[in-house]
C-alpha cells in the first residue's frame, strides 16, 4: 500500500519562501517517478515538478522554473519542493504524486493522469 503525506504548507507574504515535504511510504520502485502539482481554485491540476525516484533529470513548469526545486532523500524516502520568490499567482493546494510505470531507465510522464498515488495536499497561501 503506497501513501504519500505532504507537510509544509502555510501563509507567506511575496517574496517568501516554503519547502514542502512528502513522506513516501510502500513500494517504489527505482523507475518510478515523483511530481509535485498543484491546483488553484477554479483551474486544472497542473504539474509544478517532476523527477525519477532514482535520481537523474528533473522537470520543472515554465511558471516556476528557477525559483523552484525538487529534491529527494531516498534514504529517508522523502521529496521536497523549496519554494522561492514565491507569488501571489503560486497560491494553490500542492500534491505530491507517484508514478510506478515503467517508461525507460530516464523517462517518466508530465501528466497528471499517469500518476497513480497521491497525496491530500497541502494549502500554500501568498498574499500580496
Known amino acids: 500500500q503506497v501513501q504519500l503525506v505532504e507537510s509544509g504548507g502555510g501563509l507567506v507574504q511575496t517574496g517568501g519562501s516554503l519547502r514542502l515535504s512528502c513522506a513516501v511510504s510502500?513500494?517504489?520502485?527505482?523507475?518510478?517517478?515523483v511530481g509535485w502539482f498543484r491546483q488553484a481554485p477554479g483551474k486544472e491540476r497542473e504539474i509544478v515538478a517532476a523527477?525519477?525516484?532514482?535520481?537523474?533529470?528533473?522537470y520543472y513548469a515554465d511558471s516556476v522554473q528557477g525559483r523552484f526545486t525538487i529534491s529527494r532523500d531516498n534514504s529517508k524516502y522523502t521529496v521536497d519542493l523549496q519554494m522561492n520568490s514565491l507569488k501571489p499567482e503560486d497560491t494553490a493546494i500542492y500534491y505530491c504524486?507517484?508514478?510506478?510505470?515503467?517508461?525507460?531507465?530516464?523517462?517518466?510522464?508530465?501528466?497528471?493522469?499517469?500518476?497513480?498515488?497521491w497525496g491530500k495536499g497541502t494549502q500554500v497561501t501568498v498574499s500580496a
Open positions: 504524486a507517484l508514478d510506478r510505470t515503467y517508461y525507460g531507465d530516464t523517462r517518466y510522464s508530465t501528466a497528471a493522469h499517469a500518476y497513480d498515488y
Open positions: 510502500g513500494r517504489t520502485p527505482s523507475w518510478s517517478a
Open positions: 523527477s525519477h525516484w532514482s535520481g537523474g533529470s528533473t
